[in-house]
């Protein structure tokens, strides 16, 4: 089991800037890679940003591109993702997850395993 606190959210006005963490603990060798979601009020789950937990490679969605940063701090078993120029349409509860596996659908939230409780972050106009 891997256990994944996030960290970091806040009240932010538009263009401002975020780092939410993630820190994980538990069995984190079977970590294989982890990643940014989030969900805002009645809309689904979706996929903002990824990272291989051994090579450092990314993916992000589009909407993110050139605004957010995800890297990670391998000896602290811990994930960031830093927001800049921030939207209102990035308001939602960012959500950390981790998955044990290469994916070629690593945008479907069910490619992950294991999940924190998640973090709001607030971009007000």
């Known amino acids: 089991q891997v256990q994944l606190v996030e960290s970091g959210g806040g009240l932010v006005q538009a263009g401002g800037s975020l780092r939410l963490s993630c820190a994980a603990s538990?069995?984190?060798?079977?970590?294989?890679?982890m990643g940014w979601f989030r969900q805002a009020p009645g809309k689904e789950r979706e996929f903002v940003a990824r990272?291989?937990?051994?090579?450092?490679?990314?993916l992000y969605t589009d909407s993110v591109k050139g605004r957010f940063t995800i890297s990670r701090e391998i000896d602290k078993n811990t994930v960031y993702l830093q927001m800049n120029s921030l939207k209102p349409d990035d308001t939602a509860i960012y959500y950390c997850?981790?998955?044990?596996?290469?994916?070629?659908?690593?945008?479907?939230?069910?490619?992950?395993?294991?999940w924190g409780q998640g973090t709001q972050v607030t971009v007000s106009s």
């Open positions: 997850a981790a998955d044990s596996k290469p994916a070629i659908t690593y945008w479907y939230a069910n490619e992950y395993e294991y």
């Open positions: 990272i291989n937990w051994g090579s450092g490679r990314t």
């Open positions: 538990g069995r984190t060798v079977s970590m294989y890679a």
